[in-house]
Structures are given as C-alpha cells and as structure tokens.
C-alpha cells in the first residue's frame, strides 16, 4: 500500500532495519526482499548506483535460495535501471529472461508486467508500433486475470506510443482510462503519468489552457511523491508559458 500510494521514504525507512534483523536471524529470503524493496525506491528516486546494488543483491540471494519468482521481477527491476541509464540492449536481455521465468512459473500477471515494460524499451528506442503491441497485449492479459489494480501503466504506456505515433485520440482516451484507474486505487505515481501525458497530448494539438491545467496536476503529484519526473513538467510548464 506504502509503494501504490508513493511512501517511498517510509517504505525505504522501514526495509532498512528490516534488512537488518534478516541478516541477523539469517533470513535470506527476507534479506532478498528487503534488497529488492530498497533497490525499487532507489529506482523511483533514480539513484540508479544504489538501485543496482540493492538490486544485484537481491538477485544473487533469489538464485542462491532457489526463489525463481523472485529472481524474475529483481530482473524486471535491473530491466528498468538498464532502460534510464540508456542501456537499452541490457534492459531487454533482462526483462526476455524474467519473461521466460514467468512463462515457465505459470505466473501470467508477472508475464504481463514484463511484457509493459518490454513496450517502454521499445518506445525509448523509437520502435512505436512494437511499442503500442507490447503495452496492447498487457492490458488485454492483465484484463482477462480479472481485476483493475495494474492496467493504469500499460493504459499509459498506450497513451505515450499512441502520441509517438500521431494517434492523438487514442492516446487522450488511454490516458483518461489510465487517469480514472490510477484514481480509483490511489496508485499517485500513474495518475501523474497520466496527467503528464495529457499535457503532453494537448500541447502537441495546440490547446495550451488544457495542457497547462495537466501539467499543472501531474507537477504537484510529482513534487508530493518526491521523484525526479519534476523536472521535465517544470520544464514544458515554462515552455507553455
């Protein structure tokens, strides 16, 4: 609940004596969780040194206990440092590996997630349609599994390649869904995405009142949650003027 509604210091103050106590009882399954918790916040701080510390951490320990589970989604993780730091040949070499482990463990939810974060690669790579299959097919996965609590990333992810790729309606409608779900959960982190992406979306069509009051929206989240993604609103709310 701490990480869906962006409490990242206090998810990062609890798992620091947490990692702790693990070490001391020779918890080593806690231990990994506790590495892999510590290096997901880093991430949302991009502090991508410590984020892949923790996180290479969590990964030896997974493949040292025999937890496959976990040791897909700290692969997923590394897929996301690798992504912002621009490697983007290793964030897919990581994020095909946790997807195979997922196939193998049956997990499909986990396989929906990899397969979203397959599409950001894509997109950071300018492959949009790649990019838009991606994000289409975790939404529909994630939508057959039943429940709402993850479709806001992909809806947004559809909402971004969309706009990459000049379908304005269809990225207004991914990220008004994508608004709507993230609101309804308390997930902070995608309703500011999606405020974000509507600014974006009516900058490029010209209407900058509309663009403003999202960027407006998607800054004050940012800044509440404390995350870097500040920057780049700041920086089209100035270009707005």
């Known amino acids: 609940m701490r990480w869906r509604q962006g409490r990242y210091e206090e998810s990062y103050e ?6 702790e106590l693990c070490r001391a009882a020779g ?9 892999n918790t510590l290096g997901n916040v880093c991430l949302r701080r991009h502090a991508y040194e410590r984020a892949d510390h923790h996180l290479e951490q969590a990964l030896a320990l997974s493949r040292e206990i025999g937890n496959p589970v976990g040791e897909a989604y700290t692969l997923s993780s590394l897929g996301i440092s690798h992504q912002r730091q621009g490697r983007h040949g290793a964030a897919l070499d990581h994020h095909r590996r946790a997807l195979a482990l997922h196939r193998r463990l049956g997990n499909r939810r986990g396989e929906a997630g990899v397969l979203d974060l397959l599409g950001q690669v894509h997109r950071a790579q300018g492959r949009y349609e790649q990019a838009r299959d991606q994000h289409r097919h975790a939404l ?8 709402r609590s ?10 971004e390649a969309g706009r990459c790729l000049g379908d304005h309606d269809q990225a207004v409608a991914c990220h008004r869904d994508a608004l709507a779900v993230a609101r309804e959960l308390g997930d902070r982190a995608e309703e500011a995405r999606a405020h974000e992406g509507l600014a974006r979306v009516h900058h490029d069509r010209g209407r900058a009142d509309v663009a403003r009051d999202h960027a407006e929206l998607a800054l004050r989240l940012y800044a ?18």
């Open 14 to 19: 609890l798992c620091g004596p947490a990692l």
């Open 27 to 35: 918890d080593r399954l806690g231990e990994s969780r506790a590495h």
């Open 140 to 147: 529909e996965l994630y939508r057959e599994l039943g429940g």
């Open 224 to 241: 509440d949650l404390g995350v870097p993604e500040a920057a780049a609103v700041e920086a089209l709310l100035a270009e707005l003027g």
């Open 150 to 159: 993850d479709e806001a990333a992909p809806l947004n992810g559809l909402g």
